[in-house]
């Protein structure tokens, strides 16, 4: 079975930074891409960064130039470099691991950051 866990929430003042960590517990690059998405109370949960397992990156508008998805593939872990965060990225943060073969999303169970003065 495949477990993501996500780390490294918290709060932090707008203009701060953290860094998201999604450990997995198998191998990464088995999965077609790995994703992090983000909800906020009362909203939809939107995607926030994708990167394949030949390693391109896409990101949603409202986070590129600030965000950075990246992935350590021995440590079987992937990243989200968040800088000069704004109150509006307050959310839940998820992993997600997509298996195009077995046809199946894998999901952690989120991570909260609260930006806040």
């Known amino acids: 079975q495949v477990q993501l866990v996500e780390s490294g929430g918290g709060s932090v003042q707008p203009g701060g930074s953290l860094r998201l960590s999604c450990a997995a517990s198998?191998?990464?690059?088995?999965?077609?891409?790995m994703a992090w998405y983000r909800q906020a109370p009362g909203k939809q949960r939107d995607l926030v960064a994708t990167i394949t397992r030949g390693g391109s990156t896409n990101y949603a508008d409202s986070v590129k130039g600030r965000f950075t998805i990246s992935r350590d593939n021995a440590a079987n872990t992937v990243y989200l470099q968040m800088n000069s965060l704004k109150p509006e990225d307050t959310a839940v943060y998820y992993c997600k691991a997509r298996s195009d073969y077995y046809d199946m999303d894998y999901w952690g169970r989120g991570t909260l950051v609260t930006v806040s003065s």
């Open positions: 198998g191998s990464i690059f088995s999965f077609n891409y």
